[in-house]
T-cell receptor
């Protein structure tokens, strides 16, 4: 499983766009990139997943450059309720039989 | 229904007790997972079940015993735990072992305290 590196923490203000970058230099050809959000004392919640270029859903966008050695989660116009820990996971479920390893995560604090 | 339920929400047990954690999903998912999460740390994978068979055991001590009675239910039997086993225990499910297995649905967790 590819090791991931994320900033430990980030601060932002309401209404701003937040970009959280994850480095995964050892990403394999078949690996997908998945992001989760976790609030205190709750289970993680799936946000978005991608393989290359750009993926967008109603919550976030995921940008993946051509070399796929990093990825950026973009949260548009954050609010106080987006304060949470964000985890980046990289892996190929077929090869790893469902095994996944969460990185240390990024604690995002949104201020008023 | 995209919900994974876990019971109980909180559990306090002594080191000689036997207890069980329960997890249930009705999304037709064929893969189910147990994770352990300590405070301010990421979730750590413990067990993976695929089609009701144990496929991964991440070298978890035998005082934790998983069970998958059917495709909707997952149990974690606890016996002779240690205080360091106190943590949030999370259950998750996914469709299977494709890239979608990383789209996991997590329950709210059971907060376990071992005294």
């Amino acid at each position: 499983l590819a090791k991931t590196t994320q900033p430990i923490s980030m601060d932002s203000y309401e209404g701003q766009e937040v970009n959280i970058t994850c480095s995964h230099n050892n990403i394999a050809t078949n690996d997908y990139i998945t992001w989760y959000q976790q609030f205190p004392s709750q289970g993680p919640r799936f946000i978005i997943q991608g393989y290359k270029t750009k993926v967008t859903n109603e919550v976030a966008s995921l940008f993946i450059p051509a070399d796929r050695k990093s990825s950026t989660l973009s949260l548009p116009r954050v609010s106080l309720s987006d304060t949470a820990v964000y985890y980046c996971l990289v892996g190929d479920a077929d090869t790893n039989a469902g095994k996944s390893t969460f990185g240390d995560g990024t604690t995002l604090t949104v201020k008023p | 229904d995209t919900e994974v339920t876990q019971t109980p929400k909180h559990l306090v047990m002594g080191m000689t007790n036997k207890k069980s954690l329960k997890c249930e999903q009705h999304m037709g998912h064929r893969a189910m997972y147990w994770y352990k999460q300590k405070a301010k740390k990421p979730p750590e994978l413990m067990f993976v079940y695929s089609y009701e068979k144990l496929s991964i055991n991440e070298s978890v001590p035998s005082r934790f015993s998983p069970e998958c009675p059917n495709s909707s239910l997952l149990n974690l039997h606890l016996h002779a735990l240690q205080p360091e086993d106190s943590a949030l225990y999370l259950c998750a499910s996914s469709q299977g072992f494709t890239r979608s297995s990383y789209e996991q649905y997590f329950g709210p967790g059971t907060r376990l305290t071992v005294t």
